[in-house]
């Protein structure tokens, strides 16, 4: 499981009735081995260790690798709203990329310019692809797909709720607007804009 929920906008005690998001193993009597996600050679063992267990014992087994979100989970998301501690703290932690960078040189397995060509080599493969995505004439609407067709044709959804517009238009000025002495971020700000 990728167990980012140390970036998720609720607390793990508020999202479920357990302690660990893997407690579902216990039905299937499974075993569960959590790993930090900031290790990626503990998490290779893991898995290697896993792979052994289903091959040897015909069982399911978990790995709950425990991360974080670094920038919330969409971009509408901004996490430093509703955590605003615990994101104090993921904004001055290395990412995984620098940590495990820090640990291969230490080693003697690579030097900082061959983290930096590394590095570069996958930014311009990255950026290549982004390229051809930005390129492609791809037209959603041209596809004879249900739900692209429900989007042109909102009939086909099924019956419209007949709230008149009045009453809608009424009920978002009243979720969209607040106090003038009441400040609001000004990021959320512009979304309610």
């Known amino acids: 499981m990728i167990n980012n929920q140390i970036g998720f906008t609720t607390n793990p005690s508020q999202s479920r009735s357990s302690y660990y ?13 959590h790993v ?4 990626p050679d503990i998490l ?10 289903r091959q040897k014992f015909k069982k399911d087994i978990f790995i709950d690798i425990v991360g974080y979100r670094r920038y919330g989970h969409n971009e509408q998301d901004m996490p430093n709203f509703t955590q605003p501690l615990m994101y104090d703290k993921i904004k001055n932690h290395p990412n995984v990329f620098d940590l495990y960078s820090q640990k291969l040189i230490q080693k003697g397995v690579i030097d900082a310019q061959g983290i930096k ?8 493969h990255y950026e290549a692809d982004y390229k051809k995505v930005i390129a492609d004439q791809f037209d959603n609407f041209k596809q004879d797909d249900l739900a692209i067709r429900q989007i042109k044709t909102p009939a086909l959804w099924g019956k419209s709720t007949g709230v008149p517009r009045d009453i809608l238009s009424n009920l978002f000025h009243k979720i969209t607007t607040w106090p003038s002495d009441f400040h609001v971020h000004p990021t959320i700000r512009k979304i309610y804009e």
Request: charged share 30%; aromatic share 6%.
């Open 36 to 39: 930090n996600a900031d290790e």
């Open 44 to 53: 290779d063992k893991c898995m290697k260790i896993a792979v052994e267990y």
């Open 21 to 33: 998001c893997t407690e579902v193993a216990k039905a299937v009597d499974a075993p569960v081995i």
């Open 117 to 124: 060509a590394l590095h570069a080599e996958f930014t311009q």
